[in-house]
């Protein structure tokens, strides 16, 4: 007898997350023994909820441009946590309900797109369905900015269990197009701020911070690429103290310095807020990394007899400091091609895994050894990435701590798609002195 399928997701979205939910749809299309495809609004509440949209329905138009449009609204997400297990055995009201939908609407396929915790969910269900002897196939697909689902790093340059999660590309492209256009900006207003601080996300994970790098392999920047991993986890006080040694450093040698900092950067109190998974919202909190490095640069905490801030940079001018907030994980005009296809091909791929009857599992990005950059598509079980997280590798960050290595641009390099722009370069060819004397401006003196 045929089956439903339900897609549903979950967390934060990305810019090429409704690709997968394409993918899926293509490839559940003319799948044998598929009747319906849903799609869950809201995550794993529209199966609680019974609110179901008949995805095979929708114009066929429709489902095509899913590949065009960016982040979660089109089916909905959510941050709904399940109830943990007790005495080894799934219960409470919300696994009895999801039995009862997924009995009703004859469903045998179940999807969840997103991070670490959705993949846990992925899982309840599935061992929710084992347990109550329905015959469901729970397959998970991984989604996340952060590129922490998945093993560590090997010895063959890639990661374990998936080499890079759909979205990161995306990310990555965004951030360093970001420092590229800011590289302009501080080169134009630098007599007046001549530091400006950008904060990424990545809570503790500093992927999306290291991206920054790619604008500017060659290291002609007085950039600064700040890691959560290269700071101590219980001392703000020298975290602070640190980056601003380096960022004198690069004043003195340059006279204008870019920091590019993670928001889940050890830099003091911001109040955080917490999901119901229990992780950081950063972007609710009452203040930023971003921001507390700046008041410190700027000397806010030490003011003079007028109460006027006493700068600690060695360059006349301030520190301003710039947060993007969810575009940064949205934005889709910056979107990697490599990642848009890939996201596309991960949802085939899981569609593949629970037509063959497979369950228990995520669809995976697995990177082929070697140039050119090529992938293949595999599967790992649920419970093997279920609510864990890697972190970036220590072999990755450079020896003075406020860098990456070349290791990690050759890696990153390829998920970014297209070269990215070039700018004008202008060479100084200054005007002959024509005999006149040095001049310092009269408000400089």
Not at 107 to 114: A, D, E, K, P, S
Not at 149 to 174: E, I, K, M, W
Not at 257 to 265: F, N, R, S
Request: proline share 5%.
């Amino acid at each position: 007898m045929a089956v439903s399928a339900v897609i549903a997701q979950s967390g934060g979205p990305t810019a090429v997350i409704n690709c997968s939910v394409r993918g899926l749809v293509d490839g559940l299309r003319d799948a044998p023994g598929v009747d319906r495809v849903f799609g869950a609004r809201m995550g794993i509440l529209g199966v609680l909820r019974n609110e179901l949209i008949d995805l095979s329905a929708q114009a066929p138009r429709q489902i095509r441009l899913l590949g065009e449009t960016p982040s979660a609204g089109a089916l909905g997400s959510c941050r709904y946590k399940l109830a943990d297990k007790a005495g080894g055995r799934l219960y409470d009201e919300d696994y009895e309900r999801i039995i009862q939908v997924f009995k009703a609407q004859n469903v045998g396929m179940f999807f969840y797109i997103g991070g670490n915790d959705s993949m846990d969910t992925a899982n309840r269900v599935a061992s929710l369905a084992r347990d109550a002897g329905l015959d469901l196939q729970g397959i998970g697909i991984a989604k996340t900015v952060d590129n922490d689902v998945g093993g560590q790093l090997q010895q063959d340059g890639a990661f374990a269990v998936c080499d890079h999660n759909p979205g990161y590309g995306s990310v990555a492209r965004y951030w360093a197009m970001n420092v590229l256009e800011a590289n302009e900006e501080n080169k134009a207003s630098h007599t007046s701020d001549p530091v400006l601080i950008m904060q990424t996300m990545g809570r503790k994970v500093g992927f999306i911070t290291a991206a920054a790098r790619l604008a500017d392999p060659a290291r002609q920047m007085p950039l600064l690429i700040i890691l959560p991993e290269a700071l101590s986890k219980d001392d703000p006080k020298a975290n602070l103290d640190f980056i601003t040694r380096n960022v004198n450093e690069r004043l003195r040698a340059r006279g204008r310095c870019l920091i590019v900092i993670t928001e889940g950067a050890n830099l003091g109190d911001v109040g955080l807020l917490r999901d119901a998974f229990g992780h950081a919202e950063y972007s609710a909190c009452a203040t930023t990394a971003a921001h507390l490095l700046m008041n410190h640069l700027n000397g806010m905490d030490r003011q003079d007899a007028k109460g006027r801030a006493r700068s600690r940079l060695s360059a006349p001018g301030i520190a301003r400091v710039d947060v993007p907030g969810t575009i940064q994980r949205r934005d889709f005009a910056r979107a990697s091609s490599v990642d848009l296809e890939e996201a596309y091909e991960v949802g085939r791929h899981a569609a593949r895994l629970a037509t063959e009857g497979k369950s228990g599992l995520m669809a995976t990005i697995l990177r082929k050894p070697g140039e050119p950059y090529r992938v293949e598509y595999g599967a790992a079980p649920l419970d093997a990435v279920a609510n864990t997280a890697r972190s970036f590798p220590r072999q990755w960050l450079a020896e003075s701590r406020v860098d990456v290595t070349d290791d990690f641009v050759n890696w990153a390099r390829p998920l970014i798609g297209a070269p990215l722009p070039e700018f004008a370069r202008l060479e100084e060819k200054l005007a002959p002195g024509r005999g006149l004397p040095d001049y310092t401006p009269q408000g400089l003196r």
